[in-house]
C-alpha cells in the first residue's frame, strides 16, 4: 500500500492524534490543537516547524523502539518483511519519522 493511500493517511494521523488527548495530560480533547500548540513550543529562529516535528517523533513522544515502528508499519502494509519490503532496522525508523513529520505538518497547516 502507497503511505499517500487514504487509509494509510487516516491511521498515521490517528496514531499522532492519539497523544494529544486528555488521556495523555492536555487540557483539552482538541488533539489538532493540543498538537499544533507542542509544535509552536518547540520552534525559534532557524528551527521552524520542520525541525521542530521532527524533534518531536524522534524525541520519543509516539514509538521509540524498532521493533514496535516496524509492526506498526507492518499494520499498515508499508513494511511487510516477509514479502516484497525488507526494509533494515534503521530505514523503517527514517521510513516511520518522515511518515509522521509530514502528517504532522499537514494536520497543523489545517489549523492556521
Do not use: C
Not at 494529544?20 to 520552534?43: C, E, K, P, Y
Not at 521542530?52 to 502494509?77: M, P, Q
Amino acid at each position: 500500500m502507497m503511505s499517500t493511500s487514504t487509509p494509510v493517511v487516516t491511521k498515521l494521523r490517528e496514531h499522532i492524534l492519539d497523544q494529544f488527548d486528555i488521556d495523555h495530560g492536555w487540557d483539552t480533547d482538541d488533539s489538532v490543537a493540543n498538537l499544533t500548540q507542542q509544535l509552536r513550543s518547540m520552534t525559534y529562529p532557524g528551527h521552524n516547524n520542520i525541525p521542530a516535528a521532527r524533534d518531536l517523533v524522534e524525541g520519543g513522544t509516539f514509538l521509540a523502539y524498532y521493533a514496535d515502528v516496524i509492526e506498526f508499519l507492518n499494520k499498515l502494509g508499508l513494511n511487510d518483511r516477509k514479502n516484497t519490503k525488507n526494509y533494515t532496522d534503521r530505514q523503517s525508523w527514517d521510513l516511520y519519522v518522515n511518515l509522521l513529520v509530514r502528517e504532522i505538518l499537514n494536520l497543523t497547516e489545517d489549523e492556521k
